[in-house]
């Protein structure tokens, strides 16, 4: 059985400010990447991000973008070295104005260590959702003081 998953979540705002707080490392920073996000998200770039709960900063490779559309990310799988999963986030701009996030992953090796990491990442991702929407929505940073 492939090890995968999506999450969704919808955002009260146009889909290009949804998108700048993704590509933009000091936005992402704000909600998302506690210990600090490097390097715009750029069609090949090679970034960093960093989180206080996982500290250490790490290679986020970036396969693909698609401004306002679509973003493709490849990283290590957790607790598998030399194994990356691939992340899609597609952005979709809603009629009544809101934003439609949908994040997927996939990749990880079917072990009952990669099941533990996809579910790990599953949870991430459900987080950043939440973490974003409350960030751009309301100004407030739910991951601030979470992990440490």
């Given amino acids: 059985?492939?090890?995968?998953?999506?999450v969704a979540g919808r955002i009260a705002k146009p889909?290009?400010?949804?998108?700048?707080?993704v590509v933009d490392p000091d936005l992402l920073s704000n909600y998302f990447t506690t210990g600090g996000a490097r390097g715009r998200l750029e069609?090949?770039?090679e970034v960093t991000w960093d989180f206080h709960d996982f500290p250490g900063a790490f290679?986020?490779?970036?396969?693909?973008v698609i401004p306002d559309e679509r973003i493709v990310l490849q990283w290590e799988a957790d607790y598998t070295p030399g194994s990356w999963t691939t992340v899609t986030m597609d952005f979709q701009q809603l009629e009544d104005g809101r934003t439609l996030v949908r994040i997927s992953e996939?990749?990880?090796?079917?072990?009952d260590t990669g099941l533990k990491a996809c579910m790990g990442n599953c949870e991430g991702w459900t987080g950043m959702l939440c973490a974003m929407k409350a960030w751009l929505e309301h100004g407030i940073n739910l991951r601030a003081g979470f992990y440490k």
Avoid: I, N, R
């Fill in 106 to 111: 996939f990749g990880w090796p079917e072990t």
């Fill in 1 to 6: 059985m492939e090890l995968k998953f999506t």
């Fill in 43 to 45: 069609t090949g770039a």
């Fill in 59 to 64: 290679p986020v490779l970036v396969q693909e």
């Fill in 15 to 21: 889909v290009g400010e949804v998108f700048e707080a």
